[in-house]
């Protein structure tokens, strides 16, 4: 069965007898409405559909020319005060105005710097290669600030640490309800700083609230309600699963044995899991906090990129996968980092912002 939940306290129902808002009128007027009616209804979702990816090209620009100002911002600023790098408030607080806080979106903590905000672009790579469809788009905007990348069947979401998520050209259409879930909130509403994408119309979704909206296995929701999640990744199968939790310990179903097997060797002793992602054809990617990390399961593609990445003497950080063999590998260059986005199409591609 399936199940769509969120973390409001509210009982996770079977996706069958849910009916979207509005979908029973919509419904009711394709039916039995007259064939004008339907024209019009047509026309309609034409419109929308047209208007939101102009939304869409908007926000991508925005996104990028944020990251070009927030980035001579912060060069300017290490020539005034390298020591320090931010601006210090009449009230005594700092925060680095490369990096504004915006509503919705945690504040610096007092007396943080560009550096520790730089540390956390390191600990998830500065750089990514990919190979998904519409890569053109998500290259366009790709920078350091990318929080997180979540891939889906032909389709790509991007959110940002300070601005609105930007989405390839087929994202609204191939994952409406998440679509719906990440569109819908105001502009005075908590971001969401989490995503990951499943097969099967699988996703889970954070707000910087802590709430949290997921559509998964009910063995799944269940380990999702346990307690305060960081990572949720889907594998190929709608039971198959992994989540990492904040306090470090995980749960799991149906990964590869392989994967099950290092995870379950793992002792007090052995460093922190920092990513497991997995892929709808069996694919896998491990990352501990002292910087080592294994995959399995990947393509020969995949596998040349990642050769070629580690020859240069970078260093991954993690590896997401998508349907048809889409897939982006987080990374961060060995000297003084700087985005970069590789590509190979359906592209892929390296960049830098």
Same mark, same amino acid.
């Given at each position: 069965?399936?199940?769509?939940?969120?973390?409001?306290?509210?009982?996770?129902?079977?996706?069958?007898?849910?009916?979207?808002?509005?979908?029973?009128?919509?419904?009711?007027?394709?039916?039995?409405?007259?064939?004008?009616?339907?024209?019009?209804?047509?026309?309609? %979702? #034409?419109?929308?559909? /047209?208007?939101?990816?102009? +939304?869409? @090209?908007? *926000?991508?620009?925005?996104?990028? =020319?944020?990251?070009?100002?927030?980035?001579?911002?912060?060069?300017?600023?290490?020539?005034?005060?390298?020591?320090?790098?931010?601006?210090?408030?009449?009230?005594?607080?700092?925060?680095?105005?490369?990096?504004?806080?915006?509503?919705?979106?945690?504040?610096?903590?007092?007396?943080?710097?560009?550096?520790?905000?730089?540390?956390?672009?390191?600990?998830?790579?500065?750089?990514?290669?990919?190979?998904?469809?519409?890569?053109?788009?998500?290259?366009?905007?790709?920078?350091?600030?990318?929080?997180? %990348? #979540?891939?889906?069947? /032909?389709?790509?979401?991007? +959110?940002? @640490?300070? *601005?609105?998520?930007?989405?390839? =050209?087929?994202?609204?259409?191939?994952?409406?309800?998440?679509?719906?879930?990440?569109?819908?909130?105001?502009?005075?509403?908590?971001?969401?700083?989490?995503?990951?994408?499943?097969?099967?119309?699988?996703?889970?979704?954070?707000?910087?609230?802590?709430?949290?909206?997921?559509?998964?296995?009910?063995?799944?929701?269940?380990?999702?309600?346990?307690?305060?999640?960081?990572?949720?990744?889907?594998?190929?199968?709608?039971?198959?699963?992994?989540?990492?939790?904040?306090?470090?310990?995980?749960?799991?179903?149906?990964?590869?044995?392989?994967?099950?097997?290092? +995870?379950?060797?793992?002792?007090?002793?052995?460093?922190?899991?920092?990513?497991?992602?997995?892929?709808?054809?069996?694919?896998?990617?491990?990352?501990?906090?002292?910087?080592?990390?294994?995959?399995?399961?990947?393509?020969?593609?995949?596998?040349?990129?990642?050769?070629?990445?580690?020859?240069?003497?970078?260093?991954?950080?993690?590896?997401?996968?998508?349907?048809?063999?889409?897939?982006?590998?987080?990374?961060?260059?060995?000297?003084?980092?700087?985005?970069?986005?590789?590509?190979?199409?359906?592209?892929?591609?390296?960049?830098?912002?």
């Amino acid at each position: 069965p399936r199940e769509t939940a969120s973390s409001g306290g509210a009982q996770g129902v079977k996706e069958g007898m849910t009916a979207k808002p509005g979908s029973a009128k919509v419904m009711s007027s394709l039916e039995g409405g007259s064939k004008n009616g339907d024209a019009h209804i047509r026309k309609r %979702i #034409a419109d929308l559909t /047209a208007m939101l990816h102009k +939304l869409d @090209d908007h *926000a991508a620009a925005l996104a990028k =020319e944020r990251a070009r100002v927030a980035g001579e911002l912060a060069k300017l600023l290490s020539k005034v005060d390298p020591s320090v790098g931010v601006m210090r408030r009449g009230d005594g607080t700092a925060s680095s105005p490369a990096n504004p806080p915006a509503t919705g979106v945690p504040a610096p903590a007092a007396g943080q710097t560009i550096s520790t905000k730089a540390a956390m672009k390191d600990a998830r790579g500065r750089c990514a290669a990919m190979c998904i469809e519409d890569i053109d788009r998500i290259a366009k905007v790709w920078s350091s600030s990318v929080s997180c %990348i #979540a891939l889906g069947d /032909a389709c790509a979401a991007l +959110l940002f @640490d300070n *601005a609105p998520p930007v989405f390839s =050209e087929q994202f609204a259409q191939k994952c409406q309800q998440l679509h719906a879930q990440l569109t819908s909130r105001s502009g005075d509403m908590p971001r969401a700083i989490f995503l990951a994408i499943g097969t099967e119309e699988r996703f889970y979704v954070r707000f910087a609230d802590g709430k949290q909206e997921w559509v998964a296995s009910e063995e799944c929701t269940a380990d999702v309600k346990l307690k305060p999640v960081s990572k949720v990744s889907f594998g190929r199968d709608w039971e198959d699963y992994f989540i990492l939790y904040k306090d470090g310990s995980c749960k799991w179903a149906g990964i590869p044995p392989k994967l099950a097997a290092k +995870l379950q060797a793992l002792t007090p002793k052995s460093p922190a899991i920092a990513n497991v992602t997995l892929g709808p054809d069996g694919e896998w990617f491990v990352g501990f906090a002292d910087g080592t990390w294994e995959m399995g399961g990947c393509s020969d593609a995949l596998g040349d990129k990642v050769a070629e990445i580690v020859k240069s003497g970078s260093h991954i950080k993690l590896i997401t996968f998508g349907e048809n063999d889409a897939w982006v590998v987080r990374y961060n260059k060995p000297s003084a980092p700087t985005q970069k986005v590789a590509a190979s199409k359906p592209a892929a591609a390296e960049s830098s912002g």
